[in-house]
């Protein structure tokens, strides 16, 4: 999994961010979306959809232990998340709907492999997503410092 070595020091950054962010909404314990009354778990990771006025996906690349959830946030407006491949055996179905601001869709992905989305409004500037999701324990990486290596993803 070498070259996802700087994906995934990233990912444990987001992490981190996501486990305050899960602290305080269970302290508020305000937003519950109906539409999404199906999750089966805290998130583990919360990847932001549209966040300032980007047409991106962040993390767009995103490497996940199996059977962790990801939450997909909605910072902008006119976004959808299409899925457009994943393996033989996973059933997720994405946000076919166009959404807006304040939207939240979250996943559980339980089963390994390659898995990539687009936002069709924006596919053609690129607005794409790929989760890798394998069965490998997350190192502890506790007292391993991070170099600042800038990769541009
Ligand atoms: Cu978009």
Excluded: K
Excluded at 12 to 17: E, H, I, N, R, T
Excluded at 67 to 80: C, I, L
Excluded at 84 to 113: K, L
């Amino acid at each position: 999994m070498v070259p996802y070595s700087n994906g995934r020091r990233r990912f444990l950054q987001v992490v981190g961010a996501a486990g305050v962010g899960m602290f305080a909404g269970v302290a508020s314990a305000d937003e519950t979306d109906p539409e999404d009354n199906d999750v089966e778990d805290e998130p583990d990771v919360v990847v932001a959809v549209g966040a300032d006025d980007e047409l991106a996906f962040e993390p767009a690349q995103l490497p996940l232990s199996t059977g962790e959830t990801v939450e997909f946030e909605w910072e902008g407006d006119g976004h959808n998340l299409a899925v457009t491949y994943q393996p033989d055996d996973a059933d997720w179905d994405g946000e076919e709907e166009v959404q807006d601001a304040g939207h939240m869709h979250t996943h559980t992905f339980d089963i390994e492999g390659w898995y990539e989305y687009v936002c069709e409004p924006h596919e053609d500037e690129e607005m794409i997503g790929t989760i890798l999701v394998c069965d490998i324990e997350r190192p502890d990486v506790e007292e391993e410092e991070a170099e600042d290596d800038d990769v541009g993803y």
